[in-house]
C-alpha cells in the first residue's frame, strides 16, 4: 500500500490529489490510500509528521516542508501550472488580492491594515508576506483564515484588506470582486514528496507515473489548472 496525504486541499481540489492517487496505483500496480490535512500547508517544526513513521509514504506540501523535513524525503516531479507566466515551469506566485473597490494600489498601501492568510507554513500566503513586509508587524492585525479559498472571502466581505493567493488556486477561483495588486515569485511550485525509506525501486515507478500522467490524462489535468508534471529541482526547495 502507498499512502499518500494532502495539505494543500480545500484550496487546491481534493478530487485532483485524488486523481493522482488513482494514477500511481494503476501505473505501479500498488494500491495506494489518500488522506487530507486541512490544518496545515505542511509540517513543520512542532507539528505532526506522519512521514517520520510511516503513516505517510508521499506527500503534497508546500515548499518550506521540504527543508524541515531534511533528508528523510525525497521530491518527486513536480506539477507545471497552465499559466503562461510559468513559462512550461514548476513555478507558481503569491498574488496579492484587494477589493476591486478598494483605494489601494501598491503592497506598501496596505501598512497598518488587516491581512489574511491560509496558515503560517505557507509559502505564498505568509512567508511570501514576511518577506516583503519585513515582518508581520507591518500590519495591524494579522488573520489565520485557514485556506486561500476562506482569504479570499475574507478580503472579499471586508473582514480583511489583502491576501497573497496560491496563483493556481486564484486561476481557479477568480472573483469579478477582487483584484490583483502585485504578484511575487516566482516560486518553486508546491511539491510532491516520498520518504526516503520506500523501495528506490518504488520511487522510480512512482516518479516514471507522474512524468507520464499528462499522456492519460491531460484533459482532468488541465480542469484542475495544470498541463504535466516535470522532473524536480530539489535544490529549489532548499
Known sequence: MIKL???????IPAEFFALVARHIESSTGVPTSIAFDQTISGPLAGDDDPF??????????CAPSVRFLGDTIVVLPSPVPNDPRANGRAVYFADVVVRASSNVRSFDDLRGGTWAYND???????FSMIERAGGAHFFACCVQSGSHLRSLEMVSSGE??????????????RRDDLRVIESWG????????????VEEATRQRIAHALLTMHEEH?????????????????????
Open 52 to 61: 517520520a513513521d510511516g503513516r505517510a509514504d508521499i506527500g503534497f506540501v
Open 120 to 126: 503560517r507554513n505557507s509559502k505564498s500566503g505568509w
Open 5 to 11: 496525504i494532502s495539505y494543500l486541499a480545500p484550496s
Open 160 to 173: 480583511a484588506d489583502a491576501a497573497a493567493i496560491d496563483s493556481s488556486v486564484l486561476r481557479l477561483n
Open 186 to 197: 516566482p516560486f518553486a511550485i508546491q511539491p510532491v514528496i516520498v520518504r526516503t525509506a
Open 218 to 238: 491531460a484533459d482532468s489535468l488541465a480542469s484542475f489548472g495544470f498541463a504535466r508534471f516535470a522532473a524536480p529541482d530539489a535544490d529549489a526547495y532548499r
